[in-house]
């Protein structure tokens, strides 16, 4: 008599899902990366960028073995732009996973916050750079397709002329020595020559000269390279902050890798009713002030390290007060803008 075949087990429902979710996360899984992209990230110095709490190459190896990056050139740099987006996530208190750093909202709050002191061109660049990464490395409600334009961070108001001259004293009468040299340093090169915090990070004493009767001369690197001459108004705060020291040690902190540094400088400096100080807005009062003197347009936009006058323009809206301290009282903003114009 012959045997009835055995009839097959019947599946569950719940099985055929897990059996079906194990092959979709075996085709999506990514490859690793290949013995020579890991070389490079292996190497990549990471220091460059700044410290941070937490280990960045990991969040480099995933983000770059889930994306679409190839070629060693490209993966070189895009590890210096997912690097910088790292540091910065790392400042903001985020973990540095793919989900949490590689989103919309983290890259643009990077480009508008972390990259201010950059131009315009490179902020779009790594921005599209990121987000192509985004895209692949972490697809989802968080990295939409359409994405809306940067927006143009306008310039903070400057100082008023009675403001500049309260800081400046201020930063002249600090009970500690160390607290003086160095507050000293941040208002007399804000003031006297238009640095913000993008333009101390990097500065050396060696990089500010004193020729003496004719004044002090600032060489800044970084993004915006130029040489400027001091302004009356700052020189005798800039040459006590600099006075006996080493050429080969920093203006300000000890560290170039330290972010915020003006800022903590600041903050711990004796400062009672003085209007809060910013790099961002004593570098705008240094516009304001060389705006209402006879200084050709050219000369304000090469020692600002401008490439174009923009920034020049937001500055004009708030330039009355300084047209007033110097007896222009008939500048008005239409009456300036259209004198520009011819």
């Known amino acids: 008599m012959p045997t009835t075949p055995a009839r097959p087990r019947r599946v569950s429902k719940a099985a055929a899902l897990r059996h079906r979710q194990a092959l979709a996360a075996q085709v999506a899984a990514p490859p690793e990366l290949s013995q020579h992209a890991a070389q490079i990230v292996a190497c990549f110095d990471i220091s460059r960028y700044g410290s941070t709490s937490q280990p960045v190459r990991p969040f480099l190896v995933e983000a770059l073995r889930r994306s679409n990056v190839t070629g060693a050139e490209s993966i070189r740099k895009h590890c210096r732009h997912l690097t910088a987006l790292a540091v910065f996530a790392d400042a903001q208190g985020l973990p540095l996973t ?19 002191g950059e131009t315009s061109d490179n902020r779009a660049e790594r921005r599209r750079r990121l987000l192509w990464v985004a895209r692949s490395a972490n697809p989802g409600p968080n990295v939409p397709t359409k994405l809306t334009p940067i927006g143009y961070s306008a310039v ?83 040459r006590e902050a600099i006075a006996d020291r080493d050429p080969d040690e920093l203006v300000i902190g000890q560290d170039t890798t330290r972010r915020n540094t003006a800022a903590r400088i600041i903050a711990n400096a004796a400062l009672y009713k003085v209007p809060h100080i910013e790099p961002a807005r004593m570098r705008a009062t240094w516009l304001a002030d060389l705006m209402t003197d006879p200084v050709p347009l050219a000369v304000i936009l090469r020692a600002a390290g401008l490439q174009s006058a923009r920034t020049l323009a937001d500055v004009l809206a708030h330039i009355e007060p300084w047209a007033e301290h110097k007896g222009l009282p008939g500048l008005t903003t239409r009456d300036e803008a259209s004198g520009g114009a011819r």
């Open 156 to 238: 903070k108001a400057p100082y008023t002329p009675f403001e500049r001259g309260t800081i400046l004293r201020a930063a002249r009468t600090q009970p500690s020595a160390r607290t003086g040299e160095q507050l000293g340093a941040v208002v007399g090169l804000g003031f006297g020559a238009g640095a913000d915090s993008v333009d101390l990070r990097e500065l050396w004493v060696r990089d500010i000269t004193d020729h003496g009767a004719t004044g002090l001369t600032v060489q800044f690197h970084g993004p915006r390279p130029r040489l400027v001459v001091v302004r009356r108004v700052a020189e005798d705060l800039l």
């Open 98 to 116: 793919v989900e949490a750093v590689l989103t919309t909202d983290t890259i643009d709050h990077y480009v508008r916050v972390g990259m201010r």
